[in-house]
C-alpha cells in the first residue's frame, strides 16, 4: 500500500473486543497503520475486564470512549473487521471485510477474557504483517 493503511474495527457495544484490537494495532502499528474501532449500539464505558486484561501488557484504554458506528467510518477504512458479533456494516467497493469469531467479553472475569485478548493479539500481529510487508 502507498498510503497509511486505515482499519476499521466493528463490535455492538465498542466496549470490548474492537476495543482490545484497536488498542493491539495501535501497538504494534507504532504509527505507520490508521486505527478506528466502532459499534452499532455503543456502550457507555469500556468493559472492566478488557481493560485489565490490556493493562496486564502496559496498555491503557480506561480513557477510550465507544463510539457509534457510521458510513463514513466504513468509506474510510481500507480494513474493516466486525469481531463475531453478527453486526453489519455498509458496503463498499474496494475495501477488505473480514469477520473475525470471537467470544464477547462481556460479563466475564478476567480469566476468562485472557483467552479472548490472547486470540486477538494473535490476529493482530498476523494483520499488522500482511499490511505492512
Avoid at 504509527?31 to 466502532?38: E, F, Q
Wanted: with cysteine; glycine share 8%; net charge negative.
Amino acid at each position: 500500500m502507498s498510503k497509511t493503511p486505515e482499519v476499521l474495527f466493528v463490535c455492538v457495544h465498542n466496549a470490548g473486543r474492537s476495543q482490545m484490537a484497536a488498542a493491539l494495532l495501535q501497538h504494534y502499528g507504532m504509527g505507520r497503520i490508521s486505527v478506528r474501532s466502532a459499534g452499532s449500539a455503543p456502550a457507555e464505558k469500556v468493559n472492566p475486564a478488557a481493560a485489565d486484561a490490556l493493562a496486564e501488557w502496559g496498555l491503557d484504554i480506561t480513557a477510550e470512549v465507544p463510539s457509534k458506528l457510521t458510513t463514513e467510518d466504513v468509506e474510510a477504512s481500507d480494513v474493516v473487521i466486525t469481531m463475531g458479533c453478527g453486526d453489519t456494516c455498509p458496503v463498499f467497493p474496494g475495501k477488505r471485510y473480514l469477520d473475525w469469531q470471537l467470544e464477547d467479553p462481556a460479563g466475564q472475569g478476567i480469566d476468562s477474557v485472557r483467552p479472548i485478548r490472547d486470540d486477538i493479539d494473535r490476529r493482530v500481529r498476523g494483520l499488522v504483517a500482511e499490511l505492512l510487508d
